[in-house]
């Protein structure tokens, strides 16, 4: 790793595509069309045989391009990379993202290729990305050195989440996913063979992200082991991170090592090495997108006592099973904190814990029941289900239980996460995603929501060990109370 900021990655005023292509279909083409009708900034193309593609100024070379350049998009041949590289540092450009495939990866001669590039990369003080990547996507400025168009890829508006994959391709398709489903991104980062950023790089550099509440990876292997190991424990202080580690059977290893030249090593220390500097394991996509939008709406648990507010009673022992599964507590609630449901809740309704509205609840009974849950001191996080098709629920629910909620943690101080439960067809899924609006994540089934609040907790252990606990949850009453 060298030291310094690569800000001007994610944030570039001047890029030049070296290789741009004329060729529909072609990767030179495609990636400039994409940064032509995204990217905020000033954007060359270099091609010996063009003036202009696709109504882009383009040169010869990039030492013709008459401004200074930030960064260089480099898609020309393996065998062309190093060359194309020495004419940027002569520029004296920042940065070079080298998309290109054809180094360690493919072996011996590759690995050869890599280290002449890492030379003239160090020779003249840039930074590198890639090779054998598809660079960055930043909605915020529009820089997208993705070669997938729009017509076949999504692409994810601005949100609050970053991801760095080893790989392209699960990269891209997990940005395609996230837009389907309408999650943000605040950065997106393809490494691929990491000749030179790597994730250490990526990690310290998000820790200072103001765009960024939590940090993914999508890990293959890892070269460095003890700098990473230094790198997450100080992240996870500041930020959440969530990685999904593959590799982890012997064939999964050995198929890591000829996709990006990566060693991936024993997955027990893996697992040993996030468990001791505070990071959320994922085992799945969905999964890792499931803990990082938890993790950056709700504030961690200060321990793992969880209250099942819910409208089915199905519902409830299933949530209780799935908690239970993952080592957390669902207690039954004290004397007191029954009787003051019994006051507010339907005679035949269950205020024991799982605490069930039952079918027949109107809005104020989950609004009150919430209220009672939170300052009864006996609950570290909440499971709320509440089936948005029952007749008695009005489409003032959400608006009702968010006021509550926010009105209990000022008066209170007493701050806990809530994590709901949308079962449902078409109308639950507006309602869900409108209380993800106001700050509640909502996820299809209680299983799902458990590992999201065991995430709450093992994060919110962690962070008391760090004694920066205290620190998060303040921080996020600041964002969700204001």
Same mark, same amino acid.
């Given at each position: ?16 595509v ?30 010996? !045989?063009? /003036?202009? =593609?696709?109504? *882009?100024?383009? &040169?010869?070379?990039? @030492?013709?391009? $008459?401004?200074? #350049?930030? +960064? ?41 290729? !890599?280290? /002449?590039? =890492?030379?003239? *990369?160090?020779? &003249?003080?840039?930074? @590198?990305?890639? $090779?054998?990547? #598809?660079? +960055? ?37 997990v ?25 250490v ?42 990685v ?16 990006t ?46 209250a099942?507010?819910?409208?089915g ?10 908690l239970?599964?993952?080592?957390l ?19 035949f309704?269950?205020?024991y ?45 959400n ?84």
């Amino acid at each position: 790793m060298v030291s310094g900021s690569i800000e001007f990655f994610f944030n570039p005023k001047v890029v030049a595509v070296v290789g741009a292509s004329r060729r529909p279909g072609k990767v030179g083409y495609e990636l400039l069309r994409n940064l032509k009708e995204m990217y905020k900034g000033t954007l060359y193309a270099v091609n010996p !045989e063009a /003036k202009e =593609v696709l109504g *882009v100024p383009t &040169y010869p070379s990039i @030492l013709d391009i $008459p401004e200074e #350049v930030d +960064v260089a998009v480099i898609v020309v041949p393996a065998e062309k990379v190093v060359e194309a590289a020495e004419e940027a540092g002569r520029k004296g450009v920042k940065g070079l993202i080298v998309i290109s495939g054809g180094f360690k990866e493919i072996g011996p001669e590759g690995a050869e290729r !890599e280290r /002449k590039l =890492v030379e003239v *990369v160090r020779k &003249y003080g840039m930074r @590198l990305i890639g $090779p054998n990547c #598809v660079g +960055v996507y930043v909605p915020k400025s529009g820089i997208n050195t993705l070669f997938l168009s729009k017509e076949r890829q999504g692409y994810p508006p601005h949100g609050f989440i970053a991801f760095a994959s080893q790989s392209g391709a699960f990269g891209s398709a997990v940005l395609d996913w996230a837009a389907m489903r309408g999650i943000g991104i605040s950065k997106f980062i393809s490494y691929g063979n990491k000749a030179d950023v790597s994730e250490v790089d990526v990690l310290l550099y998000l820790k200072d992200d103001e765009d960024t509440k939590v940090i993914t990876l999508y890990v293959e292997g890892v070269e460095n082991g003890p700098e990473f190991f230094r790198a997450l424990k100080e992240v996870t202080k500041h930020k959440p991170v969530v990685v999904l580690k593959s590799g982890r059977t012997e064939a999964g290893a050995r198929a890591a090592s000829s996709h990006t030249g990566s060693l991936a090593g024993s997955d027990a220390v893996y697992n040993a090495v996030f468990k001791q500097s505070g990071v959320i394991r994922a085992y799945g996509m969905e999964e890792l997108f499931d803990l990082a939008m938890g993790l950056a709406m709700q504030p961690p648990a200060t321990g793992d006592r969880v209250a099942v507010l819910t409208v089915g009673g199905g519902s409830g022992v299933m949530a209780t099973d799935a908690l239970a599964d993952l080592g957390l507590k669902v207690p039954k609630l004290s004397d007191q904190s029954i009787a003051k449901l019994r006051k507010v809740l339907l005679p035949f309704a269950s205020p024991y814990n799982p605490v069930d509205v039952t079918g027949s609840a109107v809005d104020e009974h989950l609004v009150e029941a919430i209220e009672i849950l939170i300052t009864s001191g006996e609950v570290d996080a909440v499971m709320w289900l509440p089936y948005y098709m029952v007749p008695g629920l009005t489409p003032e629910l959400n608006k009702k239980f968010v006021e509550r909620v926010k009105k209990v943690f000022k008066e209170t101080g007493r701050v806990i996460p809530i994590v709901g439960v949308a079962t449902g067809g078409s109308y639950t899924a507006m309602y869900a995603k409108e209380a993800e609006t106001m700050g509640i994540p909502m996820y299809v089934s209680p299983e799902r929501a458990a590992k999201v609040i065991k995430a709450l907790v093992d994060y919110g252990r962690w962070l008391r060990g760090t004694g920066y606990l205290e620190h998060h949850i303040e921080r996020f009453y600041r964002w969700f109370v204001g």
